[in-house]
């Protein structure tokens, strides 16, 4: 979530409960550092950084994420042995984001402390061979002895469950948070997710790795069927940033996955971290009845 998980809406996220997770992605390290510091001012709660290596260039991001004295990272859109023992080095659990079994195995192979397991209905970069959260996290939690947390299609506490049904042991928010009361983008980018159904989203580059789920708008239906969507070339990052916070939804696309069919209002965090819980805690109580007397 480049430009948007910075310490106003991660440290909602802590403080909620939650582990707050800042971005490197939008490759704007000044900036970041300076989120970074807003952290310990905002949370006394733990919190994270992601390293999306596909988007960070700098060779020295290990050395800046260690400098600010971070303690969790999770690591995406990479070869996760590129930085996993640097980051152990440096006293640092490491977390990496995985689309497939082979990329799981991949992970574990180098060394990385736990997996986010990621299905291919959640928004943003995508595997162009997409698997389903319901497949995929059952898959990849009966092959390995790791803590694994579930993401793509979470939004409540029923969707909690059932991914910790599935095996998991915690799960991640990405749609859900981007349109939370605290999430920077303009309201029109919360509006696309408030008010779509599951189908509203479109999968550009669907068949020229990386893929991107993204929001149905008159955008990026002009998108969809080119065999290759570049971001920072065939979309001008400067576009996408004035659809995150001017609001204009014809300059770029907005990432969101399908589970936007699922949120009907903006919420703060707190209470979306706090009604998941519950909820999650309600449901369990509920399959109960299933249970033999």
């Not at 020295?60 to 152990?88: M, N």
């Not at 947390?149 to 469950?161: E, F, K, P, R």
Request: charged letters at 20%; proline letters at 4%.
């Amino acid at each position: 979530m480049g430009f948007i998980a910075r310490a106003q809406l991660a440290s909602a996220v802590s403080n909620a409960g939650g582990l707050g997770i800042v971005e490197t992605s939008s490759g704007r390290l000044e900036e970041v550092r300076d989120e970074m510091a807003a952290m310990r001012y905002r949370t006394a709660r733990p919190w994270g950084v992601n390293i999306a290596q596909m988007l960070v260039a700098d060779p020295g991001i290990v050395d800046f994420v260690a400098e600010q004295g971070v303690k969790f990272v999770t690591t995406s859109a990479g070869d996760p042995a590129r930085y996993t023992r640097e980051l152990h080095e440096a006293g640092i659990t490491v977390f990496h984001v995985v689309p497939s079994l082979r990329a799981a195995q991949k992970a574990v192979d180098a060394g990385v402390d736990g997996l986010v397991v990621e299905g291919g209905e959640g928004g943003g970069f995508k595997s162009t061979r997409p698997v389903s959260t319901m497949v995929l996290l059952p898959q990849i939690c009966g092959a390995f002895q790791i803590p694994v947390v579930a993401a793509g299609g979470i939004v409540d506490g029923v969707s909690m469950a059932a991914a910790f049904a599935l095996g998991a042991e915690g799960v991640q928010m990405g749609t859900r948070m981007v349109s939370a009361a605290e999430s920077p983008v303009h309201d029109n980018y919360k509006a696309l997710v408030t008010e779509a159904d599951a189908t509203d989203t479109v999968v550009l580059s669907a068949h020229s790795s990386p893929a991107y789920r993204v929001m149905r708008t008159r955008f990026s239906e002009s998108l969809e069927n080119e065999p290759s969507v570049v971001m920072g070339r065939t979309v001008g990052m400067e576009g996408v940033l004035k659809l995150y916070f001017e609001g204009d939804l014809d300059a770029g696309f907005a990432f969101g996955g399908q589970v936007a069919g699922r949120v009907a209002e903006v919420l703060p965090v707190e209470r979306i971290v706090h009604e998941t819980v519950r909820d999650f805690y309600e449901v369990l109580k509920a399959l109960g009845r299933f249970l033999p007397e």
